[in-house]
């Protein structure tokens, strides 16, 4: 059985980049809170979809946790009349 969807591509259809505009947060201990992530001044810009290793020098052979977070303005996606 073939479980598989079709694609199908539109002109039309809104899309939206997720590959950028994420921040990284390191948490050596593994044990940070979200509060105490919330707080901290040591966020940096990074993308999703590439490592951290690759990203940032100080991160090259680090192995541990690590928070992301996102903030986006999404558009509101348009409708079509028919």
Avoid: K
């Avoid at 997720?18 to 593994?30: F, I, Q």
């Avoid at 919330?38 to 991160?59: I, K």
């Amino acid at each position: 059985m073939n479980s598989h969807l079709p694609l199908h591509f539109s002109d039309n259809a809104q899309r939206v980049e997720l590959e950028y505009g994420w921040e990284l947060l390191v948490d050596p201990s593994g044990r940070m809170q979200r509060e105490e992530a919330e707080a901290s001044l040591a966020w940096r810009s990074a993308r999703v979809g590439l490592s951290w290793n690759a990203q940032f020098d100080d991160l090259r052979d680090y192995m541990g946790a690590a928070w992301y977070r996102q903030s986006s303005i999404f558009r509101p996606f348009r409708t079509h009349a028919t």
